[in-house]
């Protein structure tokens, strides 16, 4: 029963978030990550442009067809539209699957780079909620971002090698594969949501290994959370203005409701919720 409910409050707490957000002057949050994802693209694109187009000369040279000189049969035309379009074609697919990793790799580097974010939305959400002031501090708001960077990279290995573990089973007994979907999501959805979650639990100066066992302790809302910023994040561009910064304020709400947080919400709606 308290998982179902803990899970009623993961999905409360994100759903609320954008409101939340837009009616206590936090709207500007969603923007930040836009202009990230923009500027991490166009340097990517500028870093990467030079190796991938040397490979994929490369590549392309590896697969010339050799046409034998002069000749004019119908199979030597073939080969020769072949080696005119293989660089083409190569230098597409190359592109194509280094746009796929860095899609796959691009949450946790959000997670990363958009850590002193999501710590200030953490802290600023419970502020507004609970009256209790944390006074700003550069030398803190960095320890908190460092912390968040931290799990977020220990959680990005922890989900790969977890990961690489379920393809390593599947491969050897294939009939485990639509389990091996169900698990992957919720293994993604449990990093995920514990990344929110820890940006609460740094706050009260809780070690690692504590946040892990309050993490656990509400695990439905966790997961929750999880599963909805990773679904939301799989949305081009919108997710990755909308999906942290809502996820990081519906870990502070859902935690909130769940201790009896003291509301002091000028939204009625929002007190009510936390009061029912």
Same mark, same amino acid.
């Given at each position: 029963?308290s998982f179902t409910r803990d899970f009623?409050?993961?999905?409360?707490?994100?759903?609320?978030?954008?409101?939340?957000?837009?009616?206590?002057?936090?709207?500007?949050?969603?923007?930040?990550?836009?202009?990230?994802?923009?500027?991490?693209?166009?340097?990517? &694109?500028? $870093?990467?442009? =030079?190796?991938? %187009?040397?490979? /994929? *000369?490369?590549? !392309?040279?590896?697969?010339? &067809?050799? $046409?034998?000189? =002069?000749?004019? %049969?119908?199979? /030597? *035309?073939?080969? !020769?539209?072949?080696n005119g379009a293989r660089e083409v074609?190569?230098?597409?697919?190359?592109?194509?699957?280094?746009?796929?990793?860095?899609?796959?790799?691009?949450?946790?580097?959000?997670?990363?780079?958009?850590?002193?974010?999501?710590?200030?939305?953490?802290?600023?959400?419970?502020?507004?909620?609970?009256?209790?002031?944390?006074?700003?501090?550069?030398?803190?708001?960095?320890?908190?971002?460092?912390?968040?960077?931290?799990?977020?990279?220990?959680?990005?290995?922890?989900?790969?090698?977890?990961?690489?573990?379920?393809?390593?089973?599947?491969?050897?007994?294939?009939?485990?594969?639509?389990?091996?979907?169900?698990?992957?999501?919720?293994?993604?959805?449990?990093?995920?949501?514990?990344?929110?979650?820890?940006?609460?639990?740094?706050?009260?100066?809780?070690?690692i290994g504590e946040s892990v066992k309050?993490?656990?302790?509400?695990?439905?809302?966790?997961?929750?959370?999880?599963?909805?910023?990773?679904?939301?994040?799989?949305?081009?561009?919108?997710?990755?203005?909308?999906?942290?910064?809502?996820?990081?304020?519906?870990?502070?709400?859902?935690?909130?409701?769940?201790?009896?947080?003291?509301?002091?919400?000028?939204?009625?709606?929002?007190?009510?919720?936390?009061?029912?």
């Amino acid at each position: 029963m308290s998982f179902t409910r803990d899970f009623g409050l993961g999905l409360s707490g994100f759903f609320r978030a954008f409101g939340f957000a837009m009616s206590n002057r936090m709207g500007w949050l969603f923007l930040v990550p836009v202009l990230l994802w923009v500027l991490l693209a166009i340097g990517l &694109v500028a $870093v990467l442009q =030079g190796p991938v %187009d040397r490979l /994929s *000369d490369w590549v !392309a040279l590896q697969l010339e &067809v050799p $046409v034998q000189e =002069g000749a004019q %049969d119908w199979w /030597s *035309d073939v080969k !020769a539209f072949f080696n005119g379009a293989r660089e083409v074609i190569v230098a597409i697919l190359l592109k194509l699957a280094v746009a796929y990793l860095l899609f796959v790799a691009n949450k946790y580097i959000v997670l990363i780079l958009l850590s002193p974010l999501l710590a200030y939305a953490s802290e600023r959400t419970e502020e507004i909620i609970t009256g209790r002031s944390f006074p700003f501090s550069w030398g803190q708001l960095m320890k908190d971002a460092l912390r968040g960077a931290l799990i977020a990279l220990r959680n990005g290995i922890m989900e790969l090698a977890i990961t690489v573990g379920i393809w390593f089973l599947t491969l050897f007994v294939p009939v485990l594969a639509p389990v091996s979907f169900v698990l992957l999501f919720t293994v993604s959805a449990y990093f995920y949501g514990f990344s929110m979650f820890d940006y609460v639990f740094e706050r009260r100066r809780m070690r690692i290994g504590e946040s892990v066992k309050a993490v656990n302790d509400r695990i439905g809302a966790v997961l929750a959370n999880g599963a909805l910023f990773s679904l939301v994040m799989k949305l081009p561009l919108l997710g990755v203005m909308f999906a942290p910064v809502l996820a990081s304020i519906g870990a502070v709400l859902a935690t909130l409701k769940k201790e009896g947080g003291l509301p002091s919400l000028s939204q009625d709606s929002d007190r009510r919720w936390l009061d029912r």
